[in-house]
């Protein structure tokens, strides 16, 4: 008798756990985020997640639960369960006012926006019996850039192309005007180093001339991928070699402002859902490239303009040098190149591998 009383007592003392947990859920302060707010793709960053109990009981373990990216690859570690590259799991055992800090390797597969930041907590007793759940959003989000493509494995026609603009800049510099320095990096030329401004940083410094007539690079991808496709969106099948030809735009863009040239993007895609076609005109500047990425990180692959007509719609732009990139060519791309031409524009048309005739 005394035994089942003892039982009896022990099971009503261990049920008013229950309530504590609630407070113990309540107690808990939970933070998370990327070590940086961008990256390129290929790169590893890592997440951070914190975690703090506030409250004066012990909680036996906590899960954090979170829906995650399959473009988002967690490297495998202990206190996290990752299933179906879909969500993953963290737990943890927390004392009374103890903190925890875990970090997490996370390697970036698509360039793209994403967030982690909603998770659900749950905490439980030891043996599994009670549990407590709620949600909360956790602001962890990510901007992932395209990847940049080594300049030695760009198409030939594209390296040509910047090599010719470079050289075209230093042809239409104009000496005695002056716009501001930056640091030295081989292969400028050692006449422009600012020795006065050399001897002031410490390090050697390049005198920036103005040109007596800009240099203006606009980059124009064809998201369409053949010659007849049906549907606005590409299949699967052709995801990778779009991706590869973003890389390839934003490289050359890149490139260009690294050399001092300004650059632009246009494509017959829009940004995020916007219906609308994508037009960034040509300018310099480090603000510049980091607006051209996040143009490349949210460009969406679905096509909203047949390109020879969207190429017709840029008639208006004069003076620029035009790399228009392209998986097909055909009579209407040609005439609407044509065309920019006639505006006073230097086109140059490169047709990119893995297209094909039809859908």
């Known amino acids: 008798m005394n035994i089942l009383l003892f039982c009896f007592l022990a099971f009503v003392l261990y049920c008013a756990h229950f309530p504590m947990l609630s407070h113990g859920l309540r107690a808990l302060r939970c933070k998370r985020q990327f ?17 703090g109990n506030y409250g004066s009981f012990i909680i036996p373990w906590l899960r954090l639960e979170s829906r995650v990216s399959p473009h988002l690859r967690l490297g495998n ?22 903190q925890i800090r875990r970090t997490h390797r996370v390697t970036l597969l698509r360039r793209g926006i994403y967030d982690v930041g909603s998770a659900a907590l749950t905490v439980g007793d030891a043996l599994g019996i009670f549990r407590y759940t709620r949600n909360q959003n956790l602001s962890a989000r990510i901007m992932v850039y395209p990847e940049l493509v080594d300049e030695n494995e760009l198409p030939p026609l594209i390296t040509q192309q910047l090599g010719e603009l470079s050289r075209h800049k230093q042809l239409i510099a104009d000496p005695f005007l002056i716009r501001g320095i930056r640091d030295y990096v081989p292969g400028d030329p050692v006449r422009d180093i600012h020795w006065p401004a050399t001897a002031k940083m410490g390090k050697p410094q390049l005198r920036l001339h103005d040109d007596a007539a800009r240099t203006q690079l606009l980059v124009v991808l064809n998201v369409q991928t053949q010659t007849i496709q049906w549907q606005d969106r590409p299949g699967e099948q052709t995801e990778e070699i779009l991706e590869h030809a973003i890389s390839l735009a934003a490289t050359a863009c890149v490139r260009s402002l690294e050399r001092g040239l300004a650059a632009g993007f246009a494509a017959n895609a829009g940004l995020d859902d916007s219906k609308d076609t994508t037009v960034i005109m040509p300018m310099e500047g480090i603000a510049h490239t980091e607006e051209l990425l996040s143009v490349f990180a949210r460009l969406s692959t679905e096509r909203r303009q047949y390109f020879s007509r969207f190429l017709d719609s840029l008639k208006g732009c004069t003076d620029l040098d035009i790399l228009a990139l392209s998986f097909y060519d055909d009579e209407d791309i040609q005439a609407a190149l044509d065309g920019l031409k006639r505006q006073g524009n230097r086109v140059t048309f490169h047709l990119l591998e893995g297209g094909g005739p039809s859908a």
């Open 77 to 98: 570690q202990s206190n996290l369960v990752i299933s179906h590259d879909a969500y993953f799991t963290s737990l943890f055992t927390l004392m009374p006012h103890q």
């Open 35 to 51: 070590s940086v707010s961008t990256g390129y793709v290929g790169q590893e960053v890592h997440l951070v997640e914190t975690v």
